[in-house]
């Protein structure tokens, strides 16, 4: 419990640091997080202008697919300011400098992750928010205390789902020198595909979401429940509930994949 | 742990490397470097040690694996009775660690908020944390530049913090790898200064890496030599200085040039008009040589040359 303490109290130290140093130049900061809104927003505009064609997109309404769009930003909005900093390891795996963390007591990789954190990444979450908060007074969800609950807990697991993508692709650099690429790959690559509903893709892209790189979970399973949606896969209803335990154990892999990545780190000789 | 218990063991450590390099076009060749090739040494607490070697002896391979960064091929290592690499951030708050060629510091915030993050991330007391810093900044002469970026000091100024910054959590022990390197000879005192009193006054135990043999000199009693990966001497400087093979020499001015003098137990290996060389056995007496000297010929004056340390540790190298 204390190591997750003293990890959060540098977290919070270092980040803190880099934000007071991007305050020093405001109206930058301001200018860059409006671009992330807007570059964040684009795919966003797109869909809506889609829909003045068209009145559904496999089967979901403009307000639907606002929700599954909206969950799935924010999740990676989340993860992003979080963790968006370890796409850097693969440079420091190439010049040795992660030497300099790894003799701190704090776990290395929550030193990578606050290191160079740009609070200016919290424009991608309030574009989110915004999509998702219009989604919510379009659709027709029948509330209750549970499908609240479910609403809240999906957007905790998806950020969790989408870090540990970040820890895994942060893994990987340890073994492939610089595999920045391959991370982007699968976070920017996993939020466009679930900005859709699952139903326009092959049945083996949505079985590969589901089982193998769980990020049906970020949005698309609680969101069947939220709108009283049947499973086109036919799986039992309690996985639209199962986010958290599809984000423990890709996290639980992500933490193991850490761990092999350090011990395979070699430094560089002088 | 027990305090009677070694700062560290090392007991027949390897390290590799598989390096792989373009051989022509397409080909590529699979090399292992023996970086550390069978090290075994124990550093006792309060202890203050050299690890001296050519470039590519493994100095910073060893250091690594003491840290627990590098997990060794073969062999055990505990330092302060943790395993390294399996207790590395639990050990990490009982050590402070110089790299002479990378930065622990904040390369953009001023020297004061790196020492203020560092606090954080040690988590170490506020008050504990003030009286140190008090302590080396009077010692380092920082106190002019706490406010400059860290990117803005001189080398020697940046060591100063770098060291300043290892040792603030009060670590029992200090790595220093390189700290030297690259610093003007002010500098290079100024520090060497400091690591004796906080060797002597706090009793942390260091342990040095150092291909500049002043370093050792000025400091340290007990030297390991390090070469090919492998412990090709240890012990103290005096005894490096008395190795197999290596000799003093008697310089002696005689009042007038003559040819060689006839000594028992020493060999004349130079003449130089008045001054002749004579050499010793490792080990013998200078003083009956001196003796015969003065009784049979017209000495002026006389000396007794230890043998070079860099000769003594060239020598090393090349028998290693
Ligand atoms: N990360 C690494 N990858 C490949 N080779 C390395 C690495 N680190 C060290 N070496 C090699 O191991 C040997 C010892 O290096 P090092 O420990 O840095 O020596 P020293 O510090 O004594 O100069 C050298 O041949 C060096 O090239
Ligand atoms: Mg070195």
């Known amino acids: 419990m204390t190591a997750l303490v003293r990890s959060w109290q540098a977290y919070r130290a270092i980040s803190g640091a880099w934000v ?21 927003g684009a795919d966003f505009i797109a869909i809506v202008l889609m829909f003045a064609s068209i009145d559904t997109l496999g089967g ?13 930003g924010l999740g990676l909005g989340i993860a992003d300011l979080v963790a968006g900093s370890t796409e850097q390891l693969g440079r420091r795996v190439r010049d040795g400098s992660l030497d300099t963390m790894l003799v701190r007591p704090v776990p290395a990789l929550v030193q ?19 999509v998702l908060g219009w989604a919510l007074l379009h659709v027709d969800i029948d509330w209750n205390l549970t499908r609240a609950a479910l609403l809240v807990t999906t957007i905790g697991s998806g950020a969790v789902i989408y870090l540990s993508i970040y820890v895994l692709g942060a893994a990987f650099q340890f073994v492939a020198g610089d595999a920045a690429e391959v991370q982007n790959a699968f976070t920017y690559g996993g939020v466009t595909l679930t900005q859709y509903p699952l139903t326009i893709y092959p049945v083996e892209v949505v079985r590969a979401v589901t089982f193998l790189l769980p990020l049906a979970f970020v949005n698309w399973y609680p969101a069947l429940h939220l709108l009283g949606r049947d499973d086109p896969l036919g799986l039992p209803g309690w996985v639209q509930a199962a986010s958290p335990l599809a984000a423990l154990a ?3 892999v992500a933490g193991v994949a850490w761990r092999g990545g350090v011990r395979r780190y070699r430094s560089t000789g002088s | 742990m027990a305090a009677d218990e070694p700062a560290i063991e090392v007991v027949d450590v390897h390290r590799t490397f598989d390096v792989r390099r373009r051989a022509g076009r397409l080909r590529r060749t699979r090399q292992v470097v023996r970086a550390v090739d069978g090290l075994s040494f124990d550093v006792a607490r309060g202890e203050m040690v050299g690890l001296l070697g050519p470039n590519g002896a493994g100095k910073s391979t060893t250091v690594k694996m003491l840290t627990g960064i590098l997990v060794p091929t073969s062999g055990a290592l505990r330092v302060v009775g943790l395993d390294p690499a399996a207790a590395r951030t639990r050990l990490a708050r009982r050590i402070g660690v110089v790299f002479g060629q990378r930065s622990g510091l904040w390369w953009d915030l001023p020297l004061r908020d790196s020492f203020a ?18 302590e080396f900044v009077e010692l380092l002469e920082l106190g002019e530049l706490m406010d400059i970026p860290v990117r803005a000091l001189s080398l020697g100024q940046r060591m100063r ?13 200090l790595y220093l790898d390189e700290p030297t390197i690259g610093l003007d ?23 040095l890496t150092t291909h500049d043999l ?20 240890d012990g103290s400087l005096d005894a490096l200085r008395r190795l197999d093979g290596t000799t003093r020499t008697v310089v002696v001015d005689l009042a007038t040039s003559s040819p060689q003098v006839e000594v028992a137990g020493a060999v004349v290996t130079r003449v130089d008009g008045p001054r002749q060389w004579l050499s010793l056995p490792s080990g013998a007496s200078a003083a009956p040589v001196v003796a015969q000297l003065a009784a049979a010929y017209d000495v002026v004056d006389l000396a007794i040359q230890e043998p070079a340390i860099e000769d003594v540790v060239a020598r090393l190298y090349q028998r290693g």
């Open chain 2, 214 to 233: 002043g370093d050792v000199e000025r400091l340290c009693r007990r030297v390991l030599v390090v070469d090919h990966g492998r412990l090709v001497f």
């Open chain 2, 117 to 134: 993050l560092l606090r954080r991330i040690y988590d170490v007391p506020a008050d504990r944390h003030a009286a140190a810093l008090a």
């Open chain 2, 185 to 207: 000879v002010v500098s290079k005192g100024r520090l060497r200064d400091f690591l004796r009193t906080i060797n002597v006054e706090r009793g942390t135990t260091v342990v």
């Open chain 1, 20 to 40: 007071r140093a991007a305050m020093a130049y405001r109206a930058s900061f301001v200018a860059l997080a409006l671009g992330q809104v807007l570059t964040s």
């Open chain 1, 112 to 130: 990578v992750a606050a290191d160079q954190f740009a609070l200016r990444r919290i424009g991608r979450i309030s574009q989110a928010t915004v």
């Open chain 2, 161 to 173: 913090g770098e060291i300043a910054a290892a040792l603030l959590h009060e670590p029992e022990l």
């Open chain 1, 250 to 252: 890709l996290a639980a």
């Open chain 1, 60 to 72: 979901f309404g403009l307000g639907e697919i606002a929700l599954l769009y909206g969950l799935t």
